[in-house]
Nanobody
Framework: QVQLVESGGGLVQAGGSLRLSCAAS????????MGWFRQTPGNEREFVAA????????SYADSVKGRFTISTDNANNTLYLKMNSLKTDDTGVYSC??????????????????WGQGTQVTVSS
């Protein structure tokens, strides 16, 4: 059974940084695609970033490109999202998920399964 546990969220001022972690069990992050999504009340899940374990290929939403970095620590079976230059628009609940396609990462939440419970990120002005 796959379990994902996010951590690292919190309250930060605009311009600050946070690093989110997603500890995985039941599935090696190096053998699949993993993604980060965020959601705010009343809105659908929004793609943030994804990585393909086998190739290391990454993709980012245009709104975070150049500020966020997705990575994996295979030894600790953990997915990370380093967020720099945070903006108030980055506020939301951030969740990690395992992709259904192990070779190609996707921006659609429908292409992911085994979601974590999420961690709240709040960016103040």
């Amino acid at each position: 059974q796959v379990q994902l546990v996010e951590s690292g969220g919190g309250l930060v001022q605009a311009g600050g940084s946070l690093r989110l972690s997603c500890a995985a069990s039941g599935r090696a992050v190096s053998t699949t695609t993993m993604g980060w999504f965020r959601q705010t009340p009343g809105n659908e899940r929004e793609f943030v970033a994804a990585i393909t374990g086998y190739s290391g290929i990454t993709s980012y939403a245009d709104s975070v490109k150049g500020r966020f970095t997705i990575s994996t620590d295979n030894a600790n079976n953990t997915l990370y999202l380093k967020m720099n230059s945070l903006k108030t628009d980055d506020t939301g609940v951030y969740s990690c998920a395992v992709g259904r396609n192990v070779y190609v990462n996707s921006r659609s939440p429908l292409s992911y399964m085994n979601w974590g419970q999420g961690t709240q990120v709040t960016v103040s002005s």
